[in-house]
């Protein structure tokens, strides 16, 4: 069984105004730009006299190596989204108003071919190979996969209007 370690874990939450759709696409475009694989697990909308409620789940993969790859799981979920007009620079603009959350898990999976599982032997191998050969490299792409789900954060915090810590 291929190896999967958390790396990173986040939550964003915002409550105010945003707009759904493009919190959306400049998920989805941030991803795909990044080279990550898209697969939406979940999409759901429930309308209530509160407002609309959405739960979405992705799954977000991209290969590094033969060995490697990088997965982002993000579970988003609003609450009480309602259409909004707020008004920008004396205009008025649609958007929406709620409160969104949405939950970051960065993992690292390792052998993700399932090349070493076979044989015992291998097994035993493997473990060599991680502990002594390749610490460094996985070190690495550890430290890769954690800032490149960071900068996502930092992009979609820029775009909610969410200070920086």
Partial sequence: MAQKKEVYKEVLK????????????????WLKSSGY???????NEKL????????????????VT????????????????KDAEVEVDGKKVNTNKGEVEIK???????DYEKRWEDKP????????YEKYIIRETVEEFEDDLENETKEMIQDLKAFLRIPAK
């Fill in 14 to 29: 915002q409550t105010g105004h945003w707009k759904y759709s493009e919190l959306y696409d400049l998920a989805f475009s």
């Fill in 37 to 43: 694989k898209l697969k939406e697990d979940l999409y």
């Fill in 48 to 63: 209530s006299s509160n407002g609309k409620e959405v739960i979405i789940k992705w799954t977000a993969e991209k290969k």
């Fill in 66 to 81: 033969d060995y490697f790859k990088f997965q982002i799981l993000m579970d988003w979920h609003i609450l009480g989204m």
């Fill in 104 to 110: 970051f898990k960065a993992n690292i999976i390792k």
């Fill in 121 to 128: 032997l291998w097994k035993f191998l493997r473990g060599i």
